[in-house]
């Protein structure tokens, strides 16, 4: 038989050649009555940290999984340092799904002036990160951070790392050129809400030295298919997609 | 009073200064309940051909809308001749809707052998493209096309047209590579289905001269991701986005 486990979990806790760990109670639900697992069955897990494994399912208890940790299958390698930034929008589980699949780092949502949204389930964003980053093979989650006002995110933006800003309003630079002169490993990307920008937040963007206006074409772009094209543009140039110039 | 109008619609009269065009029922509709325009408000036109012109609405009827066409607002200009061949899938309205904003010219259904969808809604994927084109500004909607085999599809191919195969295999030329080394004007890319092709499909894909497989990096895409990371790095190489190397 061939081992091809289908179900790859994310789990918190260390992973080690021959630990015995404990399923939480959702995944426990998920494997016992979604999976319908047996006792012996295999699964992969994965923590961010310590690579991907290979794990055996037990049952010391009706309604109680455990897993026992036994080969390393990937061994935890770096990954691109890029964030996403954004303005909450009606799309926002898919826009975090999607940015999870393109090995975003991180999860920032900002409330902008414009932002129509008052308050973000960052536990539900989470956890639909959690379950693409399941699904992608990837070998961590990103960090998906409580939601601040767009003022904050300025002023608590490293100086170090570039922060492209999807400007709606014509003025960027085309996406292709701005990744290819940047050399800088550690970016981040900011997008508006569905009604953009105020000019106020593009002028202090504009301001900012380590902060550059992208453009993406001609056409007018939704929140979120702007958030997500950026994002697959510079992992093609710039990220661990390789063949960049 | 600044002219700012916000209702953008696509339709099938041709467009000339002083021509008065009468609203379809639908248009009529959505103009009379939903936007609830008053006589004398202004829309904007567009049909693919003529390029954007403002028009006056009348209404000569208690259900009946018509344009009055007044002013040129933008002249209908060329658009990036690149196809989106896609096996169906359940977020087939999703990725419509986003290669319609990324700038895709055609939609092609193609039935691969994975495929699980036996009917594709043509009509559905068409009003799709239509609104999405009406809200990205753009100045045409691209064709849809009944689902036709992946058979056929190859079989009518043109061969002077580049064909960029996403392969989830991990065998293929990143795609920034793949699109800065291709001088090809006239491009189409071809995704699978949820569960990939098959591999009969790769080696009928690869033995074609004018198909390049493309790969998107090492997490694996959900099909409808794939489709648009490709055609958002493919626009800023080699479309209209500008800068491309």
């Known amino acids: 038989m061939t081992f091809t486990p289908r179900t790859r979990l994310f789990i918190d806790d260390p992973l080690t050649a021959g630990a015995h760990v404990n ?3 959702s995944h426990a639900h998920y494997l016992l009555h979604v999976m319908r697992v047996k006792v012996g069955d295999q699964v992969c897990l994965f923590n961010g940290d310590d690579g991907e494994w290979q794990a055996t399912i037990s049952m010391p208890g009706k309604k109680r999984v455990d897993y026992t940790v036994e ?3 990937r061994p935890q390698t770096p990954e691109p340092d890029v964030w996403m930034a954004f303005a909450p929008i009606k799309r926002i589980e898919f826009l975090g799904e999607k940015a999870t699949e393109l090995g975003a780092s991180a999860l920032q949502p900002v409330i902008t002036r414009r932002t129509d949204i008052a308050r973000v389930n960052t536990q ?3 956890a639909n990160a959690v379950q693409a980053a399941e699904q992608s093979d990837r070998l961590s989650v990103p960090t998906v951070h409580p939601a601040m006002s767009f003022d904050q995110l300025l002023n608590v933006w ?3 790392r570039r ?3 999807l400007d709606e309003t014509g003025g960027g630079v085309p996406a292709a050129q701005a990744f290819r002169d940047d050399k800088t490993k550690s970016v981040g990307f900011l997008t508006g809400p569905e009604g953009g920008f105020e000019q106020s937040e593009l002028d202090a963007l504009r301001q ?3 902060a550059t206006a992208v453009g993406l074409g001609p056409r007018v772009l939704r929140a979120e298919t702007a958030a997500l094209a950026a994002l ?13 110039a």
Chains 1, 2 share one sequence.
């Open 71 to 73: 080969k390393l299958l």
């Open 158 to 160: 490293p100086a170090t």
């Open 163 to 165: 922060l492209f800003f």
């Open 23 to 25: 399923a939480s109670d």
């Open 208 to 210: 900012l030295p380590f």
């Open 232 to 244: 697959a543009c510079w992992q093609a140039q710039s990220g661990d997609w390789g063949g960049g």
């Open 124 to 126: 539900r964003l989470l």
